[in-house]
């Protein structure tokens, strides 16, 4: 599923601060399933409120249709913890996004469903920027490399993150390798702090049995 | 050696060190919502596995509920039905304790698990929501994570959690008259910036948030998020075992154990020498009413001041979405919508505030205005307080709990170019409705907007009250 280089053109979006509400917004996110999210990306600057593209918008030009890999602006992905937002941009075709920084949730997202963030610097951002009409972008992730005809730069990625990317390490598989030590450590855990133990199920039976509503402050 | 709280709620959780950076951590309570579990427990479903300790999950339904007043609630969307029904289902195979549509404890997962004694001090809490950051405020570590998280933490009560950096804000001197925490992480947003945090988990201390209520303290931390923090911090002081133990009533009523977990509460603070990265101070005394003019929580200034020139492309683009012009006062501007409401700014304290300012007042002609409490126990608790048939008699609507337009995923969304003052914590384009303008604010300047049409000074409002 993933390969060491990633390939194509890029797009650019240079809007900072860009939150995954606007990259899936809210009505994309009644599902309970994982289907059909591409439809909502980036939707309201895809589509104007009649539904009819935006010409001027760069995923709608015919040099961009089906790139692999995003530019986007400082923060990219910050705000809400959707994870809609990682989902959809597979779906819509995006393999990587390279930024100077992504929002913290959105990062960690990526990486658990393999969509490459390569954190490059701000002055690197720019000049891609810059460069104008499409642009050829080739990511190495075992070189953790960027490069362009505007220039080549490293990105940083941890010893975790890239064998998740290269291997695809199943994460949650690798954890339940270590469930005697988590069961260990939950039943010290409910000696030591007994205040602890199963606070969700005790309030609810409290509250199961409670005749009046408690002041709430 | 000497260590940070954050250090040592880490070091307390965990279960393996995966690498330098990464740990097993324990999570001690992990709420969940409709809109980022479905994934999660069909995820778990194909794997054939089960929920570790039921007991320490809670799920609520809260993202897309309505919040008509009727006696019953339906949700009228099928495919938010669906959510609910499945997020009911999934509970009761699990044995996960559920608040459900038609509870009448229901409410946001960030107001119903303190308010009823879900989040204790040196906690590890965790959910699917950036918001969960809110449980700084009781000294308790909080962090938003995704879906496929969420399954991970269904099937082994721990995250696979990479360590953050150490940030200290100070904040000394008196909040002036008018002035709240909103106001005042609203300005440390705006000073800092909307990645000022990324990357760490932020302390918060100094005279001026000792000084706080622990309410409060839950509007500051909650908005941490919004600097890119991963994690805010408040050393649990008396304050905040004080507020524990009312809303624990089954730890308060075993002398025996209370004794004990005060004693380990006292031992949740930095170690005087422990070493911060980052550190910002700021003056509380210096404060206004602040007040966001633009699309980023950081795009904010305090209420005297006129709309900025563009600094950057990101501000022009704000200014253009937002509909103003630079030079304009921020005082003045009209507004037809007015939300009260969220896991930010919807609990009983914020409602008072929302009377207080309201008094004998009523909405202006042409502006709606919405309260949304933020839990079933708010909303009795504040018709109980008079506060209800107050605001009622005034011209607001009276709402159900729930997240309403904050996110406006359920059926409460604003009209295209419609302009709202909200207490809530993102001012997103489009994020209370496609084309429509959020400017955040404290409840007492939501309900001085509310009043007079126009975002206002609450504190020359006030003055002139008298």
């Given at each position: 599923?993933t390969?060491?280089i990633?390939?194509?053109?890029?797009v650019?979006?240079?809007?900072?601060?860009?939150d995954?509400d606007?990259?899936?917004?809210?009505?994309?996110?009644r599902?309970i399933?994982?289907?059909?999210?591409?439809?909502g990306?980036?939707?309201?600057?895809?589509?104007?409120?009649?539904?009819?593209?935006?010409?001027?918008?760069?995923?709608?030009?015919e040099a961009?249709?089906?790139a692999?890999?995003?530019?986007?602006?400082?923060n990219?992905?910050?705000?809400?913890?959707?994870?809609?937002?990682?989902?959809?941009?597979q779906?819509f075709?995006?393999r990587?996004?390279?930024?100077?920084?992504?929002?913290?949730?959105f990062y960690?997202?990526a990486?658990?469903?393999?969509?490459?963030?390569?954190?490059?610097?701000?002055?690197y951002?720019?000049?891609l920027?810059?460069?104008e009409?499409?642009?050829?972008?080739?990511?190495?992730?075992e070189?953790?490399?960027?490069?362009?005809?505007?220039?080549?730069?490293g990105?940083?990625?941890?010893e975790?993150?890239r064998?998740?990317?290269l291997?695809?390490?199943?994460?949650?598989?690798?954890?339940?390798?270590?469930?005697?030590?988590?069961e260990a450590?939950?039943?010290r855990?409910?000696?030591?702090?007994?205040w602890?133990?199963?606070v969700a199920?005790h309030?609810?039976t409290?509250?199961?049995?409670?005749?009046?509503?408690g002041?709430?402050? | 050696m000497?260590k940070?709280l954050?250090?040592?709620l880490?070091?307390?959780?965990?279960?393996?060190?995966?690498?330098?950076?990464?740990v097993l951590?324990?999570?001690?309570?992990?709420?969940?919502?409709?809109?980022?579990?479905?994934q999660?427990f069909?995820?778990?479903?194909?794997?054939?596995?089960?929920?570790?300790?039921?007991?320490q999950?809670?799920?609520?339904?809260?993202?897309i509920i309505?919040?008509?007043?009727?006696?019953?609630?339906?949700?009228?969307?099928?495919d938010?039905?669906?959510q609910?029904?499945?997020l009911?289902?999934?509970?009761?195979r699990h044995?996960?304790?559920?608040?459900?549509t038609?509870?009448?404890?229901?409410?946001?997962?960030?107001?119903?698990?303190?308010e009823h004694?879900?989040i204790?001090?040196?906690?590890v809490?965790?959910?699917?929501?950036?918001?969960?950051?809110?449980?700084?405020?009781?000294?308790?570590?909080?962090f938003?994570?995704g879906t496929?998280?969420?399954?991970?933490?269904?099937?082994?009560q721990?995250?696979?959690?990479?360590?953050?950096?150490?940030?200290r804000?100070r904040?000394?001197g008196?909040?002036?008259?008018?002035?709240?925490?909103?106001?005042?992480?609203?300005?440390?947003i705006?000073r800092?910036?909307?990645?000022?945090?990324?990357?760490y988990?932020?302390?918060?201390?100094?005279?001026?948030?000792?000084?706080l209520?622990?309410?409060?303290?839950?509007?500051?931390?909650?908005?941490?998020?919004?600097?890119?923090?991963?994690g805010?911090?408040?050393?649990p002081?008396?304050?905040?075992?004080?507020y524990v133990?009312?809303?624990?009533?089954?730890?308060?009523?075993?002398?025996?154990?209370?004794?004990?977990?005060?004693?380990?509460?006292r031992?949740?603070?930095?170690?005087?020498?422990?070493?911060?990265?980052?550190?910002h101070?700021?003056?509380?005394?210096?404060?206004?009413?602040?007040?966001?003019?633009g699309t980023?929580p950081?795009?904010?200034?305090?209420?005297?001041?006129?709309?900025?020139?563009?600094?950057?492309a990101?501000?022009?683009?704000?200014?253009?979405?937002?509909?103003?012009a630079?030079?304009?006062p921020?005082?003045g501007?009209?507004?037809?919508?007015?939300?009260i409401?969220?896991?930010?700014?919807?609990?009983?304290?914020d409602?008072r505030?929302?009377?207080?300012?309201?008094?004998?007042?009523?909405?202006?002609?042409?502006?709606?205005?919405?309260?949304v409490?933020?839990?079933g126990?708010?909303r009795?608790?504040?018709?109980?307080?008079?506060?209800?048939?107050?605001l009622?008699?005034?011209?607001?609507?009276w709402?159900?709990?729930g997240?309403?337009m904050?996110?406006a995923?359920?059926d409460?969304?604003l009209?295209p170019?419609?302009?709202?003052?909200s207490?809530?914590n993102?001012?997103?384009?489009?994020?209370?409705?496609?084309?429509?303008i959020?400017?955040?604010?404290?409840?007492?300047?939501?309900?001085?907007?509310?009043?007079?049409?126009?975002?206002?000074?609450?504190?020359?409002?006030?003055?002139?009250a008298?």
């Amino acid at each position: 599923m993933t390969h060491t280089i990633i390939e194509g053109i890029a797009v650019p979006l240079p809007i900072a601060n860009l939150d995954t509400d606007q990259i899936i917004p809210k009505q994309f996110l009644r599902g309970i399933d994982k289907a059909g999210l591409d439809r909502g990306i980036l939707y309201d600057l895809r589509f104007d409120g009649s539904g009819a593209p935006r010409p001027d918008f760069v995923l709608n030009q015919e040099a961009y249709a089906g790139a692999p890999i995003l530019l986007g602006g400082a923060n990219f992905g910050c705000g809400s913890s959707r994870e809609h937002a990682v989902w959809g941009l597979q779906q819509f075709g995006v393999r990587a996004v390279v930024a100077s920084s992504f929002g913290e949730i959105f990062y960690s997202n990526a990486m658990n469903n393999g969509l490459m963030l390569a954190t490059v610097p701000e002055a690197y951002m720019e000049q891609l920027f810059a460069h104008e009409g499409p642009l050829q972008l080739r990511i190495d992730v075992e070189r953790l490399e960027v490069a362009s005809s505007v220039g080549t730069t490293g990105f940083t990625l941890s010893e975790r993150h890239r064998r998740m990317f290269l291997d695809g390490l199943d994460m949650l598989g690798a954890s339940l390798l270590h469930l005697p030590a988590i069961e260990a450590f939950a039943r010290r855990w409910r000696q030591d702090q007994p205040w602890l133990a199963d606070v969700a199920a005790h309030a609810r039976t409290r509250l199961d049995g409670a005749a009046s509503i408690g002041a709430a402050a | 050696m000497s260590k940070t709280l954050y250090r040592k709620l880490v070091a307390a959780h965990t279960v393996v060190q995966l690498d330098a950076d990464n740990v097993l951590l324990y999570a001690d309570l992990h709420l969940m919502n409709e809109y980022t579990s479905p994934q999660a427990f069909a995820g778990l479903h194909e794997r054939g596995l089960k929920t570790l300790y039921p007991g320490q999950n809670v799920a609520t339904v809260s993202h897309i509920i309505p919040t008509h007043a009727d006696k019953l609630r339906i949700i009228a969307d099928t495919d938010s039905a669906l959510q609910a029904s499945n997020l009911k289902r999934n509970c009761e195979r699990h044995g996960i304790p559920l608040f459900d549509t038609n509870d009448r404890f229901q409410g946001i997962e960030h107001v119903i698990a303190p308010e009823h004694g879900m989040i204790r001090p040196g906690m590890v809490v965790i959910c699917g929501d950036s918001h969960t950051t809110t449980y700084g405020a009781l000294g308790a570590l909080g962090f938003g994570i995704g879906t496929t998280e969420v399954e991970h933490l269904l099937a082994t009560q721990t995250l696979v959690y990479r360590l953050a950096g150490d940030m200290r804000i100070r904040i000394d001197g008196q909040l002036p008259a008018g002035t709240t925490a909103k106001d005042m992480i609203l300005m440390v947003i705006a000073r800092i910036g909307a990645q000022g945090a990324r990357g760490y988990v932020v302390e918060f201390c100094g005279s001026a948030i000792a000084a706080l209520s622990i309410e409060a303290r839950f509007t500051l931390c909650n908005m941490a998020v919004e600097a890119g923090a991963r994690g805010a911090l408040i050393a649990p002081d008396e304050t905040a075992i004080r507020y524990v133990m009312q809303h624990c009533p089954d730890l308060a009523g075993d002398a025996d154990m209370a004794a004990r977990a005060r004693a380990h509460w006292r031992t949740l603070f930095s170690d005087q020498d422990a070493v911060f990265e980052v550190e910002h101070v700021f003056d509380a005394s210096t404060l206004a009413p602040t007040v966001t003019w633009g699309t980023s929580p950081d795009q904010a200034m305090p209420i005297t001041g006129t709309i900025p020139p563009a600094r950057d492309a990101s501000d022009a683009r704000a200014l253009q979405y937002a509909g103003l012009a630079s030079g304009t006062p921020l005082e003045g501007i009209a507004v037809q919508h007015v939300f009260i409401g969220s896991c930010t700014n919807g609990r009983i304290e914020d409602l008072r505030a929302v009377a207080a300012v309201v008094g004998e007042h009523k909405v202006a002609p042409g502006v709606r205005a919405m309260v949304v409490p933020g839990s079933g126990a708010v909303r009795e608790q504040a018709e109980r307080e008079g506060i209800a048939a107050q605001l009622i008699a005034a011209g607001f609507e009276w709402r159900k709990p729930g997240c309403s337009m904050c996110l406006a995923m359920n059926d409460d969304v604003l009209a295209p170019g419609t302009r709202c003052a909200s207490t809530t914590n993102r001012n997103f384009e489009g994020r209370q409705g496609r084309g429509a303008i959020t400017h955040l604010m404290s409840p007492a300047m939501a309900a001085a907007a509310a009043v007079t049409g126009k975002i206002t000074d609450v504190r020359t409002f006030m003055e002139a009250a008298q």
